[in-house]
């Protein structure tokens, strides 16, 4: 196909206008850090190990505002998610009651861009799970 | 999936090799029970320049497309909720809801938004679904008009689209039409602002081939109104006409414009065969 | 945040006596991450969905916090196990102090 070198410059030249970002990426006082808080303090210097909680994500997310994942932590009372390269990394923290048919969850999160995801699992014995997923997020074609 | 060959717009914009470009082989249902045509022959009128339709749908990623399969996880559905409580709630000086009328948009609605934008005889005019929805406001309830793609009445349109759902699109493009369809196809082509581009140079010359990191799909709006992951709400026909048109650095027209009318119902035109999907999912 | 906010809850209505159950709920709320700026340049203030529980007949299935990361119009899935007949009661905690209920029973046979 015909494309002129002057078209394909005009296109680059949009397309690096039209990034629109789903968070900033100036950081804040998050209020509310403190309840999922960053991966250190929930482990508090314990170690995690690895091979039975799972954490699923897509490798490549297409938009950085909804991307799903899932934990899965067989015996755990509670899993921690975090977004490392967020402006704070707290995403959710699930904890397990009495009633609850498995250690398991799904939701949908805002990722500011590429970045390691960790989840981080309590088990009933007190010991820590860990897993980390990194997902690349694509920035779109056309702010819409 | 299948990588259609790289074109020079391709080759300069950033291209993941794990993100093909094209559109992909999956099939569309909706709740285990609607089937959709997300793939057809195209419409005549389209004379060769495509050879098949494709539902914006296959441009997607597996999880944004999944997200259309089941009404709960379509979050364009929470807005046809909060449409259906106000189809039954009374408003304007005829103290008249939709309902009264209408009854259940689930029969009397059936069929709409495969067929709009359509000629109203009487008013002498195309009419989109949104203007006929503000006819009825105005001259039937007393009420005001919704701003065009305003939240109330973007979801009101994706409602009423909702129970077209599978049906094809089959606008009619003759007749009275036909003269507003010639305006809108002369849009389609026109190269539009500074970096001169038409419709057609994006979606038509260049479906499948990236944009930054993002896919060019045929541009069809069987789909909308659209819940769009990147703004979380849904997106009309013409604000997303807007979008495009601005990004060519041009001035561009208004929702509800006649230019956008004419131009929905132009692009509706090129999907006529796929099914309506409205309220779709997309990036 | 108080108007626009509906709760939407996906629960089997019948289930065996020990049955475990898939649950999906979505509450429509736009969780105003506090990172975000005006058209002038002022920090958008946070006024997110904080917190989301679901019990069963007042013990606990799940019990999560939420931070500004989770995406707009929250979203969970999640199983439950159905011991006998009675209520789901599902509970979003709004920053600005509003609570939003939503109950499913589910039958037991």
């Known amino acids: 196909m015909d494309f002129t070198r002057r078209d394909t410059l005009a296109l680059g030249a949009g397309a690096t206008a039209m990034a629109l970002l789903p968070l900033s990426a100036v950081a804040q006082a998050d209020p509310n850090a403190e309840l999922v808080g960053a991966p250190d303090e929930f482990l508090a210097g314990a170690d995690a190990g690895t091979g039975d909680l799972t954490l699923t994500a897509p490798e490549i997310a297409e938009n950085g505002n909804t991307v799903p994942i899932s934990i899965d932590a067989p015996g755990a009372v509670e899993v921690r998610v975090y977004a490392l390269g967020n402006p704070t990394p707290g995403v959710a923290a699930f904890r397990f009651g009495p009633l609850a048919g498995s250690q398991a969850a799904s939701t949908r999160i805002r990722l500011a861009g590429t970045q390691d995801v960790q989840a981080i699992a309590k088990m009933a014995d007190g010991s820590y799970q860990t897993a980390m997923k990194t997902v690349k997020v694509t920035i779109g074609g056309c702010g819409g | ?283 | 945040m108080a108007s626009g906010v509906k709760p939407r809850v996906k629960a089997p209505k019948k289930a065996s006596a020990g049955e475990v159950v898939t649950i999906k709920t979505l509450i429509s709320h736009k969780m105003e991450s506090g990172q975000r700026k005006d058209s002038s340049g002022n920090v958008i203030p946070r006024s997110i969905i904080n917190r989301f529980t679901c019990d069963f007949n007042g013990q606990n299935v799940v019990d999560v916090v939420l931070a500004p990361a989770i995406s707009t119009n929250p979203y969970f899935e999640f199983e439950a196990t159905i011991p006998e007949a009675g209520d789901l009661k599902f509970t979003w905690y709004d920053d600005d102090g509003d609570v939003y209920e939503e109950t499913k029973s589910v039958a037991v046979g």
Not at chain 2, 82 to 104: F, L, P, R, Y
Not at chain 2, 142 to 147: H, S
Not at chain 2, 167 to 195: F, H, S
Request: charged residues 25%.
């Open chain 2, 1 to 283: 999936m299948k990588f259609k060959a790289m074109t020079a717009i391709a080759a300069l914009l950033f291209a993941p090799a794990a993100f093909a470009g094209g559109a992909d082989d999956d099939t569309l249902v909706v709740n285990g029970d609607i089937e959709m045509t997300t793939k057809a022959p195209a419409p005549a009128h389209l004379d060769g320049a495509l050879d098949e339709i494709i539902s914006g749908w296959h441009f997607r990623s597996d999880e944004t497309q999944q997200l259309q399969t089941d009404d709960f996880e379509n979050q364009g559905m929470i807005f046809v909720d909060q449409a259906m409580d106000i189809w039954n709630t009374a408003e304007g000086s005829e103290g008249k809801a939709c309902a009264d009328c209408h009854d259940d948009p689930a029969d009397s609605m059936t069929g709409v938004a495969a067929t709009y934008p359509k000629w109203n005889e009487d008013a002498g005019e195309v009419r989109t679904v949104q203007m006929q929805v503000n006819d009825c406001r105005v001259n039937r309830m007393g009420a005001d008009a919704w701003k065009y793609d305003a939240t109330d009445a973007i979801s009101m349109e994706a409602m009423i689209a909702s129970h077209s759902r599978g049906m094809p699109v089959n606008v009619a493009i003759d007749g009275p039409a036909a003269e507003a369809w010639e305006k809108g196809k002369e849009i389609y082509y026109t190269r539009y602002g500074q970096l001169e581009l038409a419709c057609a140079s994006c979606h038509e010359e260049n479906y499948g081939n990236y944009i930054r990191a993002d896919h060019l799909s045929q541009g069809h709006i069987n789909g909308f109104p659209t819940y769009r992951l990147k703004n979380a709400k849904l997106n009309g026909a013409h604000s997303r006409f807007k979008g495009c048109i601005r990004d060519t650095r041009a001035e561009t027209f208004s929702p509800g414009s006649d230019e956008f009318i004419a131009l929905e119902l132009y692009v509706k035109s090129r999907g006529n065969g796929l099914s309506v999907e409205g309220p779709s999912v997309r990036n």
